[in-house]
């Protein structure tokens, strides 16, 4: 197994190119499903869940060439409705498949994700929204097993919590549905945006893009004209290197960036006290004189992101005074607060709220990646800590990570990957 060993204490400097977000490109590809005819996808990132996706469709009987991030496939060939556990244990997001299928083959089976590091995760309100639509579900032996013999019909749904992948997986099943759908407290996030743009462009009709509320006009199994498309930038991947920039106290640039993504977290930054200099495609931070404490909630976009708590977490051990921030989407996202707390951090938690004393003097450990975000939050702690940081299990890493130490590198961290 690999892990990353850095040693603390270096300025960055340099620009780094931001990848296509992973989170996009997942929906994305799950929807070529629909697609009547083969498409290539631009800006894919290179992440091992990118990947997972690929082998998932492949396994339902698709068909694809990967080179230099871009993919060029043909979903026409699917003749397998089952999304079976080897793959989907890899990746909670295969539950992605669930709606296309469906829609498009009135019948299929795919396994129940589990919990996982962050928290339970139901799918609870992506198949309550289905049942609305008319598809009758069972689960058996860890199976969702979901039948709409004669199509999934139009449906207004209303979700009791904003859920990122259900508003897509629902967005993909009413593409493909009987008659209207409308879709009510709708997940707002770029990504659920250029999924609905892209079936738009492919001749569904969808009203309300970008708001909490979607009306989609179903095309009643009638497969649909997905054109190549390129995938947006990852805002997330932004984020942490915006946070590795902070937590050096260093001037880095960006490149191929969307800063409209980025409010929440260049508006949290500014207010520690960094400045920002915004170009097209283009975000320099720079240091800030003193870096002040935060107070803040992760909520759904366009609010602060959860994707980018733990990030925020190691960069409020170095603020002049105590952060709090409170964690109001996942019950169990602080899995780093114990690993960095081995580091000397001092970071109290009381249920859903992180106490971070800032002034923190760390050192290097041996350290666990927990989950995705965590781990790059585990490295930016790892980049001011006095000695060696030694971050193992850095699989989670990879799922969403294009070239972490690469990238790190070449702005002037002394990051290495070595094999346990
Ligand atoms: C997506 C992102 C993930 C991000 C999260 C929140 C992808 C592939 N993953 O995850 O990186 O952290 O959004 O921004 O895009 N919930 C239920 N029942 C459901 C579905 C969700 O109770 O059926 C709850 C969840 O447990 C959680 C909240 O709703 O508390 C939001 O989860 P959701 O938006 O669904 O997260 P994901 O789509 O899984």
């Not at 083969?38 to 996706?53: G, K, R, S």
């Not at 049942?131 to 009758?136: D, N, S, T, V, Y």
């Not at 006095?386 to 961290?413: F, M, P, W």
Request: hydrophobic fraction near 45%.
């Amino acid at each position: 197994m690999d892990y990353l060993e850095i040693q603390g204490g270096n300025k960055l400097q340099g620009t780094v190119k931001i990848d296509g977000a992973k989170n996009a490109a997942l929906p994305l590809i799950a929807a070529t499903i629909l697609a009547k005819k083969p498409l290539t996808i631009y800006n894919l990132p290179a992440v091992n869940d990118i990947f997972t996706m690929l082998t998932l469709l492949e396994n339902l009987g698709a068909s694809y060439t990967y080179e230099n991030n871009q993919v060029h496939i043909d979903a026409t060939t699917i003749n397998n409705t089952t999304a079976i556990y080897d793959i989907v244990r890899k990746m909670r997001a295969s539950i992605l498949t669930l709606g296309p299928l469906l829609a498009r083959f009135g019948i299929c089976e795919v396994s129940l994700p589990g919990g996982c590091a962050i928290g339970q995760r139901p799918i609870d309100l992506h198949l309550k929204a289905l049942e609305m639509m008319g598809a009758q579900i069972e689960i058996k032996q860890g199976y969702v097993i979901a039948k709409a013999p004669d199509g999934l019909r139009g449906a207004t749904i209303v979700f009791d919590k904003i859920t990122v992948t259900g508003t897509e997986n629902i967005v993909m099943a009413a593409a493909l549905a009987k008659g209207t759908s409308t879709i009510i407290n709708a997940a707002k996030e770029p990504e659920v945006v250029q999924l609905c743009e892209v079936l738009q462009d492919a001749g569904v009709h969808i009203e309300g893009i970008g708001s909490d509320e979607l009306v989609i006009e179903g095309t009643n199994q009638e497969l649909i004209n997905i054109k190549d498309f390129t995938v947006i930038p990852d805002r997330i991947e932004a984020g942490t290197y915006l946070c590795a920039g902070a937590i050096t106290n260093s001037a880095i640039t960006l490149e191929k960036v969307n800063h409209a993504h980025l409010v929440s977290i260049i508006l949290k930054l500014q207010e520690m006290g960094y400045d920002f200099e915004i170009e097209k495609e283009k975000i320099t931070i720079k240091p800030a004189s003193r870096i002040k404490a935060l107070k803040f909630s992760t909520t759904e976009y366009p609010g602060f992101p959860t994707d980018m708590q733990a990030q925020f977490m190691a960069l409020s051990l170095i603020a002049d005074g105590t952060s709090t921030i409170e964690e109001r989407l996942f019950e169990n996202r602080f899995m780093h607060v114990s690993e960095l707390n081995r580091m000397g951090a001092d970071i109290t938690l009381n249920n859903h709220i992180a106490t971070i004393e800032g002034n923190a003097k760390l050192y290097g450990a041996d350290v666990m990646a927990t989950d995705l975000r965590a781990s790059s939050a585990l490295v930016l702690a790892g980049l001011i800590a006095t000695g060696t940081t030694k971050v193992h299990r850095i699989y989670h890493l990879d799922r969403g990570y294009v070239k972490l130490e690469e990238k790190l590198q070449k702005l002037g961290a002394k990051i290495k990957r070595l094999r346990e």
